[in-house]
T-cell receptor, first 112, second 115 residues
Framework: QQQVKQSPQSLIVQKGGISIINCAYE??????FPWYQQFPGKGPALLIA?????SEKKEGRFTISFNKSAKQFSLHIMDSQPGDSATYFC???????????FGAGTTVTVRA | NAGVTQTPKFQVLKTGQSMTLQCAQD?????MSWYRQDPGMGLRLIHY???????DQGEVPNGYNVSRSTTEDFPLRLLSAAPSQTSVYFC??????????????FGPGTRLLVL
């Protein structure tokens, strides 16, 4: 049983639009929530991460929103570009991130 | 730095055969992990190591063995391959230093097909 549930499975967005991916978790001991980006044939790469002491973190066009009471967190990709087309995974862990529990992934396609 | 390297890139096995997936990193990372990636299931942790000589089981350890004799290498062994082990395998490593240990560096993956 997956400890982190991710939705949607896939999404298509027009260039310049906003992509939103949602994740939910049950284990309240989780205290580290990263997002990974994966291109076909490559390994995942850390995109952005957040800890529960903040409700939002922004890096460039990527923003994580975190709702501790609802046990949910989301990734917003602003001004989506064709180069953002990839699979995105949310994850969670307790303490350091070497024991990650991943969501199932969301394939994002940005149409030019 | 080469980062995290994995060999082979692709392997076909017959049921019952054994093999070792190699993983090496040149970043002096203490933490290393193995994940498998299957469609619709994300990545699942198989085994991990917090340092040379120390390993532990992850979420899906059955059918896999690991050892960590050096900081650099973390091989994954399939003793008797089964079709259910058809997957893409990723090795990852990270620092043990708080504040830096959160970033997992993933290798390029090994695609395994078991017939």
């Amino acid at each position: 049983q997956q400890q982190v549930k991710q939705s949607p499975q896939s999404l298509i967005v027009q260039k310049g639009g906003i992509s939103i991916i949602n994740c939910a978790y049950e284990n309240t001991a989780f205290d580290y929530f990263p997002w990974y980006q994966q291109f076909p044939g490559k390994g995942p790469a850390l995109l952005i991460a957040i800890r529960p002491d903040v409700s939002e973190k922004k890096e460039g066009r990527f923003t994580i929103s975190f709702n501790k009471s609802a046990k949910q967190f989301s990734l917003h990709i602003m001004d989506s570009q064709p180069g953002d087309s990839a699979t995105y995974f949310c994850a969670a862990s307790i303490g350091a991130g070497y024991k990650l529990s991943f969501g199932a992934g969301t394939t994002v396609t940005v149409r030019a | 730095n080469a980062g995290v390297t994995q060999t082979p890139k692709f392997q076909v096995l017959k049921t019952g055969q054994s093999m070792t997936l190699q993983c090496a990193q040149d970043m002096n990372h203490e933490y290393m992990s193995w994940y498998r990636q299957d469609p619709g299931m994300g990545l699942r942790l198989i085994h991990y190591s917090v340092g040379a000589g120390i390993t532990d089981q992850g979420e899906v350890p059955n059918g896999y063995n690991v050892s960590r004799s050096t900081t650099e290498d973390f091989p994954l062994r399939l003793l008797s391959a089964a079709p259910s082990q058809t997957s893409v395998y990723f090795c990852a490593s990270s620092y043990s230093i708080p504040g830096l240990g959160e970033t997992q560096y993933f290798g390029p993956g090994t695609r395994l097909l078991v017939l």
